[in-house]
């Protein structure tokens, strides 16, 4: 049986998997598995502070709520219509804002304010 490629980047044969090629990357502490630097969210959340951010619009009655490392510059893309869920109804005013440390505890903020009562809060605010 000639050797075949598979996904994993191991050779097979009659006998089974090579012994030369590996399977799984090996880390430095004997644990296989992905390198950290290919986990999902392993090194983004630790190097920014994060913002979950309310917009209201001046035309509509529209209050949008996101999330963001860089607060100033997506207000902006907002306003410049660069977002398409949020065009028609700009421009915006920022009327709310919190910093956190860490993109999982902005979100659950985040999950919030979009639902009933969070949005009741920011219709609240006389900004």
Do not use: C
Request: glycine share 8%; charged share 25%; proline share 5%.
């Amino acid at each position: 049986m000639p050797a075949r490629q598979f996904h994993g980047g191991a050779d097979r044969t009659a006998e089974g998997f090579s012994n030369n090629v590996p399977i799984k990357y090996q880390r430095p502490d004997g644990e296989t598995g992905r390198p950290a630097y290919r986990q999902a969210g392993a090194l983004a959340s630790n190097q920014y502070m994060w913002y979950v951010y309310a917009i209201r619009s001046q035309i509509k009655n529209y209050i949008y709520v996101g999330l963001t490392s860089d607060i100033n510059k997506r207000v902006q893309q907002h306003n410049k219509g660069k977002e398409k869920t949020t065009r028609p109804y700009r421009p915006f005013d920022l009327i709310h804002s919190e910093a956190f440390s860490s993109r999982a505890k902005a979100r659950k903020r985040e999950i919030y304010l979009k639902s009933g009562i969070g949005k009741e809060f920011l219709r609240s605010l006389n900004v």
